[in-house]
Each structure stands twice: as structure tokens, then as C-alpha cells.
């Protein structure tokens, strides 16, 4: 059993498991320790859905069947910002960025609540099974929509063929990926060259199991937007007839399409690969770009087996990649330790520190654009490729001939460097949208300008930011003049200005 952990490791830990730390979540890890708070937090209460919150605020309403995407991100960031589950909230962001569907070019009637209703489906499944969440996302509107299942039919014999796309992603990106993996993510060579998991055939084959499917518009009729929720429903005329082999595996032909979908899944999810293909990834987004092979592992066995014969527990899996000791402590040096915090996860720990708070809307815009805002905005990704790719090694860097993976680092340009701290100047200044920040707590402190910055360093370094560093921004927050509210507060914002646009901050150790 891990110890209690010192103010430091809380923190760090929270930024980890959630979007960050504050005075009180600090002093209750502290208290209960590691493995009470993620059980605590296994069993927190959902918060108004993305669905309903969205319902009640009118952007289903008619008059928003076209619009772009009206409310979306509102109801992201108030999840992102505001919900006390925050690991939930942690592993939806995870997910969408590895089962994604993306806004970014979805013209169809009802958008947002359809991709509002994607958010949930990922919040139902975050702490259930790797396979009910598989079937859940193959399932819903949204994917069906953005990876072109929905509509497939079976082949006509006049040139037509079951549409392949979702059936090549749901390999590819969603379970398996390209080559063969040991059980600690290292590839399998034959004849010196990778072992890949499929070829074309099999793309074909499972795309034949994938026909048939189509959007739940059978009721309730009328201006409605309800089917956007709804799983997807089979139409045995437009299913591919005959048995499909499956990596080794056949789907009888007797099998009709639902049976069909169901057995493809399951072949999936059974593959060897998964464990250490999720894992690695759900590692990359929790704790560190570029793991150990023996951590992998560890967080691989833990997917094939929660302990009690269960594969593929997700709540098993998070406690694995969260509590590993790789994820603990801190090795100087070591290659696997730390990761790129992308630009959401800034926003959003900087936006709880702030205790940034809305009348009620949340209108903090979409904020995918990189000259004056983020550059990466949740479920607006350019493709179904996400923000960045999870074996991006930067180029013209010591990580270059190491190999090193950093995919955040595909996010990080000139550009997006500037756009980020314009974005958190204006949030720490008036605010982003109807959302406003309370200062109330640095400026308490302003009059000490070196016991302000260490609070802000906790709050969102956990321990990594060095005391010279903070010593350094100490004294430039000690220039600015202190004695009347609007010096408190300037020193305040340039208290967190400054932390966030230091590099010790943005690498999460």
C-alpha cells in the first residue's frame, strides 16, 4: 500500500487522475490516501448529462436543428470545469481522444445533441467495460455518422460494397492497431520487418459484419431530436448474407446482423493487442508520453485480468496506470517520466484553481482556433486521427534519436505558444465567455508575493516548479505595486501568468 502523500504528491497526483488540485481536494487525499480517492471517486454521482443540460437550455429546440454546434462546447467545459467527478470527466477527454468523433465537418440536422449525447455515451462507459464501451461508441449516431457505418449495406453484385471506413478505424485507432504487439506494447518482428494484425481482406470481411445499420427514427415522430441518443438499429435487408472470417475467426453464416456486430466485437476485444494498445494510450493521457515497456505491461495485465477473471475493467485499468510506481514516483532523468501537458488540460486546471464560474451558460467558445485561442478544442479534432498521434516523436530534438514519443508535442508550434497565453491572459483577466474567475484567495496573499507563488506553484505544478523559479517570479510579481485592490489583483494575474508560461508548469513530471 502506497503512504499517505505529502501536499506536493496530492497535487500531483490530482493533475493526473483529474484536471487538478485544490486546497480541499489536496487535504482530503492527504487524509484517506491514493486508492480511497479513486474508490471514492469510482462511485461519485453522475451530473446533469450533456443530453438534458443542453434539453433544458433550449439548443434542441427547433429553431437549433442546423445550427453549428450551438451549446456544445458550453456544456464540455462546464463538465471539464465544474463536475466534482472529476476522474469521470478526466476519462471522457481521454476516450474522445481515442475513440474520436470530431464536430469538424458534420453538417447533419440535430449536431449538437448528437455529439452531446456522445459525451455521455463515453461518461456511462468510463468506468465499465472495455467491450461494453466498445459496443456503446460502435453503436451510437455519432460514430455511426462519422466513420460512415450507418448507412452500409451489403454488397448488390452491381459494384456496390459494404462501406469499409468505420471497419478499418475500429483495428487501427479503436483496439488493435497496425502491427502485433508483446504484452508490453514492444512489436513483434518476423523477418525483420513488424507483424501486422490485418490486411485488406480482413478490413473486407469485417466491413460485411458492420451492414445493415441506420439511425432509430422510428419514434417519436415529428421535430424531434430524440434518435440522436438512441443506439442504432438493424435493417436485416441491407445485411451482407454468408460467413466472414475475422483475424482467424469466423462469423457463421447463420449469424444475422446483430449476432453479427456482437461476435465481430468480440473478437476485438479479445485480441491480444488491446491491453497493451489501450493501455499504452490511457497511460500517455494520464501520466507520461513515452512509458516503460515494463509499465505497459503491468497496466496490460491488469486489462486482461482485473484479479477476479474479469477482462477489460476499466476502473482496474485506471487504478493500474494511476497508481503504478512509475506513476508515483518521479525517476530524474528517466525518459518515461513526464509528458507535454496539452493546451485543455491547462485551461481547464487553471479554470478550477481560478474557481471559474458561470451564471449558468458556460459561453467559453469552441477553441480549436491556435492564433487567439488554444489551438485543440474537445471533440473538435481535425480527424479521426485526434489532435496529435500517439507514437509522435518530435523531429530536430534529443528525442528525435531516442525515439522518445511526446504526441503532445505535435500541438506546440510558434503559433499555438503564443495563442495559449492570450487565451489565459484574457481568462484571468475578464474571463472567457459568461465564465469569470475569483482571484479572491491570491489576493489575499498578495502582500507576500513569495507565499502567493508557492500556492499557485502547488496548485497546478504539484512540486515540480523549483523554488528559484518561483523565487524568480516572486520578485517579478514583487514589482508591481500591492497596496490597492487593483495592484492585488495584478499581481495575482501575473502570479499565474507567469507559472503558466513556465516550461516547468507545461511538462507534468
Not at 229 to 238: E, K, L, Q
Not at 403 to 427: I, K, S
Not at 479 to 502: E, F, P, Q, S, V
Request: neutral net charge; glycine residues 8%; charged residues 20%.
Amino acid at each position: 500500500m502506497l503512504p499517505l502523500p505529502s501536499d506536493a504528491q496530492a497535487a500531483r497526483f490530482l493533475a493526473q487522475a483529474g484536471f487538478g488540485a485544490s486546497e480541499a481536494d489536496i487535504a482530503t487525499l492527504k487524509s484517506i490516501g491514493y486508492s480511497s480517492w479513486l474508490d471514492l471517486q469510482f462511485l461519485a454521482p453522475r451530473t446533469e448529462s450533456h443530453w438534458d443540460w443542453l434539453s433544458r437550455n433550449g439548443f434542441a429546440a427547433e429553431a437549433n436543428k442546423y445550427a453549428y454546434f450551438d451549446g456544445l462546447p458550453n456544456s464540455v467545459w462546464r463538465k471539464f470545469i465544474s463536475s466534482p467527478d472529476q476522474l469521470r470527466q478526466r476519462m471522457v477527454l481521454a476516450l474522445s481522444e481515442i475513440f474520436v468523433v470530431s464536430a469538424v465537418g458534420n453538417t447533419l440536422p440535430w449536431r449538437t445533441m448528437m455529439m452531446g449525447a456522445y459525451a455521455d455515451v463515453l461518461e456511462e462507459h468510463a468506468f465499465g467495460t472495455f467491450r461494453g464501451l466498445l459496443e456503446a461508441v460502435t453503436l451510437s449516431p455519432a460514430m455511426g455518422a462519422f466513420l460512415a457505418m450507418r448507412g452500409s449495406k451489403k454488397e448488390d453484385g452491381k459494384g456496390r460494397q459494404p462501406d469499409e471506413n468505420f471497419a478499418r478505424e475500429v483495428m487501427q485507432l479503436f483496439t488493435i492497431g497496425l502491427v502485433q504487439l508483446n504484452l508490453d506494447g514492444s512489436v513483434q518482428m518476423a523477418g525483420g520487418r513488424p507483424v501486422e494484425t490485418y490486411d485488406l481482406t480482413t478490413v473486407t470481411q469485417l466491413a460485411r459484419a458492420f451492414t445493415g445499420w441506420n439511425f432509430d427514427t422510428s419514434a417519436p415522430a415529428g421535430a424531434d431530436a430524440g434518435f440522436m441518443r438512441r443506439p442504432m438499429v438493424h435493417n436485416a435487408a441491407y445485411f451482407s448474407d454468408g460467413a466472414k472470417t475475422v483475424l482467424g475467426s469466423t462469423i457463421s453464416a447463420g449469424a444475422d446482423g446483430p449476432a453479427a456486430l456482437r461476435q465481430a466485437l468480440d473478437i476485438l476485444a479479445n485480441h491480444p493487442n488491446v491491453g497493451p494498445f489501450f493501455g499504452r494510450q490511457l497511460i500517455q493521457r494520464f501520466v507520461c508520453s513515452n512509458p516503460s515497456a515494463a509499465y505497459v505491461q503491468r497496466v496490460a495485465q491488469a486489462f486482461n485480468d482485473n484479479g477476479r477473471g474479469v477482462r477489460g475493467d476499466l476502473k482496474a485499468v485506471l487504478r493500474a496506470v494511476l497508481l503504478d510506481p512509475e506513476a508515483r514516483l518521479i525517476e530524474p532523468g528517466a525518459s518515461h517520466s513526464g509528458k507535454l501537458r496539452e493546451p485543455v488540460l491547462r485551461f481547464v486546471q487553471v479554470a478550477r484553481a481560478v474557481q471559474l464560474s458561470s451564471a449558468g451558460l458556460w459561453t467559453i467558445p469552441e477553441t480549436s482556433d491556435p492564433e487567439t485561442r488554444l489551438g485543440q478544442s474537445p471533440f473538435f479534432s481535425p480527424s479521426v486521427f485526434n489532435f496529435y498521434r500517439p507514437g509522435y516523436v518530435p523531429p530536430n530534438s534529443p528525442m528525435t534519436a531516442a525515439g522518445t514519443t511526446a504526441p503532445e508535442f505535435q500541438l506546440l508550434n510558434e503559433v499555438t505558444v503564443t495563442g495559449y497565453l492570450n487565451f489565459m491572459q484574457t481568462l484571468l483577466t475578464t474571463g472567457q465567455g459568461d465564465a469569470k474567475p475569483d482571484l479572491s484567495a491570491d489576493m489575499a496573499l498578495s502582500a507576500d508575493p513569495r507565499a502567493m507563488v508557492a500556492r499557485q506553484a502547488l496548485l497546478l505544478g504539484g512540486g515540480a516548479i523549483s523554488d528559484a523559479t518561483q523565487q524568480r517570479i516572486a520578485a517579478a510579481v514583487a514589482t508591481i505595486a500591492g497596496t490597492t485592490d487593483d495592484g492585488k489583483l495584478n499581481r495575482a494575474r501575473a502570479g499565474w501568468m507567469l507559472l503558466l508560461a513556465c516550461p516547468e508548469y507545461q511538462i507534468q513530471k
